[in-house]
């Protein structure tokens, strides 16, 4: 069976510094690629996830050094949770406590528990302790040890003003099923998945609308196998949804196609193939900056306009 469920999440970013400082040294993710805006290379994309990129563990932020912050709202992802193993959440604790991260209590979310914080531009991000995950391997070149590195990501939320429309695209075209409701949540998953599994639809009716800025999340991007799968996706979403797709763009590690879901956030489908050791050897990814071919001509000039980071 072809594995579902998220790709990746994509989220705007203040200082270029502060993100990579936060998500390499802080959370112990891996960079596994240091890109550019393919649509504005005056700016960075940073990809961070396991020791592979595999899908289901990156989240990349587009860093934009004087963003106005986002406000949550209806028709945004409100929070994106990580996963970690059950016995590693005092340590997490303990290293938010001392590095001056302020976190929620832990509570418990359809069985499990989860611990919410934000990342310096307030992105909401989540810890959830699971079960079972430690013989999973785990990326220790932040500095945190390999036993209680994050795992991947384990889902995300979606503040909306109804669950009914996006949960049917869910479920028809990208994979999932609908397995609970607590409160005012909707869970779907993502069946086989076990990284990237989980999409809670969290209906605010008549809440704000978002507002998009710095620590908002940009897109979802939910996982096909290959170009033909994908293509099959659209075709579902025109068909059944009276939903279109964009062109498909070639982002080199992966190829997409967006679409904005009913409840107003815009997803992507993206493949799995070719990933990211596609332009630089698996052990060096992230090292250095990496240009699309339509860009390498402009190097110099896009390298000197980029913030610096050390
Ligand atoms: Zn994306």
Known sequence: MTAHG???????????????????DLLGLRMVKRTVNFDDP????????DEAGNPGTIITHFPWEHVAPGRLGNGETEETVLRVPEASLGYWMQRFLEKGITHETPKKRFGETVLSFKDPDGMRLALAALPGIEREAGWTGGGVPAEHAVRGIHGVSLLLD????????????????????????VRFRA???????????????GFLPARMGGGSVHHVAFRAADDA???????????????????????????????????????????????????EPAAELGTSLKLPRFLESRRAGIEAALPPLA
Do not use: W
């Not at 996006?166 to 607590?182: C, H, I, K, M, N």
């Not at 998945?193 to 605010?204: E, F, N, P």
């Not at 949804?241 to 763009?249: L, R, S």
């Open 6 to 24: 998220i790709h990746h999440v994509t989220a705007i970013a203040g200082p270029a510094r502060r993100s990579r400082d936060f998500y390499v």
């Open 42 to 49: 005056t700016t960075y994309h940073f990809y961070y996830g």
């Open 162 to 185: 109804d669950d009914a429309a996006t949960g049917a695209v869910l479920t028809d075209v990208l994979g999932f099923e609908q397995v609970g409701r607590e409160d005012s949540l």
């Open 191 to 205: 069946p086989g998945t076990s990284i990237g599994g989980i999409v809670d639809i969290h209906a605010a009716p």
């Open 229 to 279: 799968e994908q293509a099959e996706m659209a075709e579902k979403l025109v068909r059944n949804h009276q939903i279109m797709v964009t062109e498909q763009k070639n982002r080199d590690y992966f190829r997409s196609v967006y679409f904005r879901a009913p409840g107003g956030t815009i997803f992507e489908i993206a493949t799995d193939e070719p990933g990211f050791a596609v332009d």
